[in-house]
C-alpha cells in the first residue's frame, strides 16, 4: 500500500538500577525483541510477559535509552481493523513495561497493522509470525 497510517503514544515512569551484595550488576539486552499474540488479540501471554520483564530490568539498566513498542498483525481482517489491533497491542506491551516502573517518557508506539509481516505466506505457521510487538532502540 501507499499510504500507511501510524498511530504514536507516549507515557512515563522512572527505573531503579539492579544491585546485588553492594555491587551493581548491569542486566543483559535480552535476545528476543519480539513479544507474539494470538490471532484477533492484545492480551500478552506468559512468555510475553517475561521476555518484557527481561527488557524492564535491561532499561533500568540504561536509562539514557528510548524504545518504539510495534504493533504487527497477520493478514487477516481489513487494514483498518489491523492497524487498531496493532495499536492494541503495542499498547499492551507498553502499559505492562510502565507497571513494571519503566518512565513512560522512554516508551513510543506505533502500529504498522499488517503492512510488515515477517513472512508474506498464507498459512497458520506465517500468520503467527506475524502477529508480533517488536522492540525498537531508539
Known amino acids: ?10 507515557s512515563d515512569t522512572s527505573s ?12 543483559k539486552k535480552p535476545t528476543t525483541n519480539s513479544v507474539y499474540f494470538a490471532f484477533d488479540s492484545s492480551e500478552l501471554n506468559a512468555a510475553g510477559k517475561a521476555t518484557l520483564g527481561a527488557y524492564a530490568a535491561w532499561l533500568n539498566d540504561h536509562n539514557g535509552v528510548t524504545i518504539t513498542v510495534e504493533g504487527n498483525c497477520d493478514q487477516r481482517g481489513s487494514r483498518e481493523y489491523n492497524l487498531a ?3 492494541r497491542r503495542a499498547e499492551s506491551a507498553r502499559a505492562f513495561l ?4 519503566i518512565d513512560a517518557s522512554r516508551l513510543t508506539t506505533i502500529s504498522y497493522g ?25
Open 98 to 101: 510502565v507497571d513494571l516502573g
Open 85 to 87: 489491533l496493532g495499536d
Open 1 to 10: 500500500c501507499s499510504s500507511k497510517k501510524e498511530v504514536a503514544h507516549t
Open 114 to 138: 499488517e503492512e510488515r509481516p515477517v513472512d508474506p505466506r498464507q498459512n497458520e505457521e506465517a500468520w503467527a509470525k506475524n502477529r508480533r510487538g517488536p522492540f525498537v532502540v531508539n
Open 16 to 27: 531503579k538500577p539492579t544491585v546485588t551484595s553492594g555491587v551493581k550488576t548491569a542486566a
